[in-house]
Structure formats: C-alpha cells, structure tokens
C-alpha cells in the first residue's frame, strides 16, 4: 500500500469521506543547546542537534499503519509539512517574537521624565526570536536503523535570546485540504526544554548523532562533526575549524 492509495481522493470530497485515519508526530531527536545569535544577524548558530520528527499515521482502531509509515514516496511526502514554533519552557508561552532592545528608548540623563514628550512615538521594532526554515517538508528516508519513514529536519534554526525554550511542531497535510480551505493542524508535538546560552557562557556543539549522519549520508544539508566542539585554546579552536565537517568513515 503506497500513500496515493491510501490518501487519494476525488476533488471536492470531504474531509470525513477520506477514511478514518488519525496522525501523530514522534521527536526523534530533541532540541538539547543553542547559542544565541542576539539581533545583529550576524554568526548565527543552529540549534544542536538539528531536531528531527517522525510522521506517525494510525487506523480507526488507534492501530498504527506500518504500510503507510514506511513506504510513502518523495512524491507523496513533499505534500506534507510540519511548522515549528517557539515557546516557553513549560509550553504554556509563545516566544516566537522579541522586542529588539535597541529600539526602545533609555533614559540619557536626570531629567528623562519631563522629556517624554519629545522622545520618539515609534514603537518597538518587534523581531522574529526563531529564525531560520520554520517549516520543513516530508523526507522519505531511513533512520540510523535502517528503517523507512517520512521525517521532518529542522537543521537552520536559531534563536536571538538567552533563555529556557522548547519547540512546539505542527503537522499539516497539504493534500488533505479543500481548495480556499485554511491548512488544519492536524498533529502536534512539544520537545524537551533545551537552554539558549549567551556566546560567553556556550558550552559548544555536541558531536553529530548517527541519526544525523545517516541523514546527511542520503542527502539532506547537515553539518556533520566528528567530534564536539567546546570550549578550548584559541589554537585548539583554529585547529578545528580546519578539520573538515564529515561523517566517520
């Protein structure tokens, strides 16, 4: 059974005429570290490691459908899309979006109340705290045991500021949609808290994991490292700089 077969429709059907099936998403890799990248957009560190889920897609009975899970095809894959936001450490916050400080006035001297009234009216340049490809297309690939999936890589994400965070993901089936229809969430999944540090206090990268390599080894854009990467010597930093990111051989 292939994905056409089991999701294809006729134009104008609806929703509920398309069989019972329900989603779920599965992190495989969670979010662990970042550094923030500030509002210079400069130096800009990805979230480490790169976090990864899993499409899950179950029958009326909540019985998981093997078939559909592991043999969707890139065709069928590239239909669906999951979206990552950012939020609060408990999940109950979203923090997608960050004052930039430097757009709100300080007070220059003794006399910053009675100048109010000439300051500037502007207000608060608002900012994007997650930056980056917040949305990933289905990939249909194995994981690092060999086994088929659709899985969705977020490998270019960053956040501006220091804090405690986890990523919300959202699943949308863009072929599960009427026309002029707004997209329907129809899965979600919250990570594990992952901290945000300042470039002082950054421990460094963590080495690639083997579901990392196993991506990147059937074509997906990661950055693979042998090795993690903390914090040392300046001449140790140099020397690694020079070793070039690659999976094990």
């Known amino acids: 059974?292939?994905?056409?077969?089991?999701?294809?429709?006729?134009?104008?059907?609806?929703?509920?005429?398309?069989?019972?099936?329900?989603?779920?998403?599965?992190?495989?890799?969670?979010?662990?570290?970042?550094?923030?990248?500030?509002?210079?957009?400069?130096?800009?560190?990805?979230?480490?490691?790169?976090?990864?889920?899993?499409?899950?897609?179950?029958?009326?009975?909540?019985?998981?459908?093997?078939?559909v899970n592991q043999l969707l095809d890139e065709t069928a894959s590239s239909k669906m899309i999951v979206s990552v936001s950012l939020f609060s450490e408990d999940g109950a916050k979203q923090c997608d979006v960050v004052i930039n400080p430097s757009s709100v006035p300080t007070p220059q001297n003794s006399n910053y109340n009675n100048l109010t009234a000439v300051m500037s009216l502007n207000e608060p340049q608002k900012m994007k705290n997650l930056i980056g490809t917040t949305v990933s297309p289905g990939y249909c690939l194995q994981d690092e045991k060999k086994k088929f999936g659709t899985f969705f890589i977020f490998n270019d994400l960053s956040v501006r500021t220091e804090g405690r965070f986890c990523l919300k993901f959202s699943f949308m089936n863009l072929e599960d949609q009427l026309e002029h229809e707004s997209y329907k969430i129809?899965?979600?999944?919250?990570?594990?808290?992952?901290?945000?540090?300042?470039?002082?206090?950054?421990?460094g990268m963590t080495g690639s994991t083997e579901l990392s390599k196993s991506f990147f080894n059937q074509g997906v854009r990661l950055t693979i490292r042998k090795h993690p990467r903390t914090k040392l010597s300046n001449l140790q930093s140099e020397e690694m700089e020079n070793e070039e990111d690659q999976p094990d051989t």
């Open 1 to 67: 059974m292939d994905y056409d077969d089991f999701f294809r429709s006729k134009k104008g059907s609806s929703s509920k005429s398309r069989g019972k099936k329900t989603f779920d998403l599965e992190i495989i890799q969670h979010p662990l570290r970042a550094r923030m990248c500030g509002f210079g957009g400069k130096d800009r560190r990805p979230i480490d490691p790169p976090p990864a889920v899993k499409l899950l897609v179950y029958d009326e009975n909540s019985e998981p459908i093997e078939q």
């Open 186 to 203: 129809l899965a979600q999944k919250t990570s594990k808290p992952f901290d945000v540090y300042s470039a002082k206090n950054f421990p």
